[in-house]
Nanobody, 123 residues
Framework: EVQLKESGGGSVQPGGSLRLSCAAS????????VGWFRQAPQKEREWVGA??????YYTDSVEGRFIISLDNTKNTAYLQVNNLKPEETAIYYC??????????????????WGQGTQVTVSS
């Protein structure tokens, strides 16, 4: 059974940082792509970024502030989120195993999902 478990969320002030973790079991993250998504209250799920074949990809709004990485020894993916804004309050999810290559980063592309971790940005 594949399990993805996020952690590291919390409450921070605007401009703050967090490091979100996505620990995998039953599946080797480096073997395929890993993505991060977020969903704010009353909003649709939004793709944040992904890592595939050692390359990282980000949505424009987080480029330069968010960093995705993989620790293969721990089979864990990370999302470093910096300079957070109040509108980035959301549940952040990791996802793994792309069903196909290319064609953007929709949620449907990913087979496995974690349960999410809450990030709250507020003064």
């Amino acid at each position: 059974e594949v399990q993805l478990k996020e952690s590291g969320g919390g409450s921070v002030q605007p401009g703050g940082s967090l490091r979100l973790s996505c620990a995998a079991s039953g599946y080797t993250l480096r073997s395929n792509c890993v993505g991060w998504f977020r969903q704010a209250p009353q909003k649709e799920r939004e793709w944040v970024g992904a890592i595939e074949g050692g390359r990282t990809y980000y949505t424009d709004s987080v480029e330069g502030r968010f960093i995705i990485s993989l620790d293969n020894t721990k089979n864990t993916a990370y999302l470093q989120v910096n300079n957070l804004k109040p509108e980035e309050t959301a549940i952040y999810y990791c996802a793994a195993y792309c069903r196909w290559y290319g064609g953007g980063w929709s949620g449907e592309k990913f087979r496995f999902w974690g349960q999410g971790t809450q990030v709250t940005v507020s003064s």
